[in-house]
């Protein structure tokens, strides 16, 4: 064991030297791609500029966006008790928006996710797995949401989508998305145990035989609640919901290009998911280029505006809901005080 030591110290260097340049190279990629739009023309700083002039679309915005933040501390906290574990929501929404200040500083919602996770465990004093579950499957709940809602838009657009080859594909992947996603999910709830022989492969990566664990174990918990798991649901589909209304109404506000706001509710969700992809810090860049070619796609004649401008400005301006987080930190100082370890 001791002389296993010096090794495993090795190890854990090397990988945070890994992750650290790991991190360089995605914040590396998000800003070239950003310099890239703006460059090109895809993105026009001007925009920012102009939003002064529209008060109220910044300040529903801005609402709109600090709504989320109850609704996902809700959502977290279903999770948590579903798992047998309870937080008081004030602590909860303290650590969500703590949670969110450290996706801006960092650049990245991993770290949110940490960070929240970690202010979870330290209130409690115990249940660090079920924390990290929880955590998990709000995440996974909120991209399903996110499936959802294209779907949706998909299923109601077909017709339309189908005139366009690109937009055809699109939604044809999200149908197909959504149906295995549905599909993977029913088998484990049926059958959680198929992922013992997963397991059972993979013991030279310990940290994904420790996650495909918690996911059986969270499952097993969690199938015995069916309504919370609705009720989990119903939040997350509110929360991007949310988002997708506060794009639309900053689309309205800068006034660029042909589309109607409907024409931007539907690409809100489909860039949300490519903003999701794990390619830069919070999809800097890729959700920009995103939403741009999707409304191109959209167009009925090309006009060359920068739609672009219109998900940075989103970007932007749902930056300012980072200031709930730095309350919380000021008021929250000493969780595992305000709730001892039981």
């Known amino acids: 064991m001791e002389s296993r030591a010096p090794a495993l ?40 500029l102009e939003l002064p002039a529209a008060p109220w679309a910044v300040v529903t915005c801005l609402a709109l966006s600090f709504l989320a933040l109850p609704l996902a501390a809700l959502r977290w906290g279903i999770f948590l008790r579903a798992l047998g574990v309870s937080i008081p929501f004030v602590n909860l929404f303290h650590f969500v928006a703590i949670g969110l200040l450290t996706n801006v500083l960092l650049l990245g919602s991993a770290g949110g996710d940490a960070v929240r996770g970690l202010y979870a465990w330290r209130a409690l004093g115990r249940s660090g797995g079920r924390v990290a579950v929880s955590v998990l499957a709000d995440r996974l709940f909120s991209l399903f949401a996110v499936l959802c809602i294209s779907l949706a838009f998909s299923l109601f657009y077909w017709r339309q989508m189908q005139q366009v080859p690109a937009l055809a594909a699109l939604g044809t992947s999200i149908v197909v998305a959504t149906v295995a996603f549905v599909a993977g999910a029913c088998l484990l ?7 013992r022989p997963i397991e059972a492969r993979l013991l030279r990566w310990p940290m994904l035989v420790n996650l495909l664990a918690q996911a059986r174990g969270m499952i097993l918990m969690l199938r015995t609640d069916p309504l919370s798991l609705l009720a989990a649901f119903a939040l997350a589909l509110a929360t991007q919901i949310l988002t ?19 024409d931007y509710m539907f690409a809100v969700p489909f860039t949300l998911i490519v903003n999701a992809l794990p390619l830069t810090p919070s999809g800097i860049g890729v959700g920009e280029a995103a939403f741009d070619q999707i409304c191109r796609w959209l167009e009925p004649t090309p006009s060359g505006a920068a739609y672009s401008s219109i998900f940075f400005a989103f970007r932007v301006v749902s930056t300012l809901t980072c200031i709930p987080g730095l309350i919380s930190l000021a008021i929250y100082r000493n969780a595992a005080r305000s709730n001892p370890p039981r």
Do not use: C
């Not at 709830?189 to 992922?195: E, R, S, V, Y």
């Not at 997708?244 to 706001?261: H, Q, R, S």
């Open 244 to 262: 997708v209304f506060a794009v639309a109404v900053l689309a309205g506000a800068i006034k660029i290009g042909v589309l109607n706001p409907i």
């Open 189 to 195: 709830f049926a059958a959680p145990d198929l992922t």
């Open 9 to 48: 110290k090795q190890t854990d260097r090397a990988l945070a030297r890994q992750r650290l340049w790991t991190n360089l190279a995605k914040t590396a990629l998000g800003v070239t791609l950003l310099a890239a739009l703006i460059f090109w023309g895809k993105i026009d700083l001007n925009v920012l």
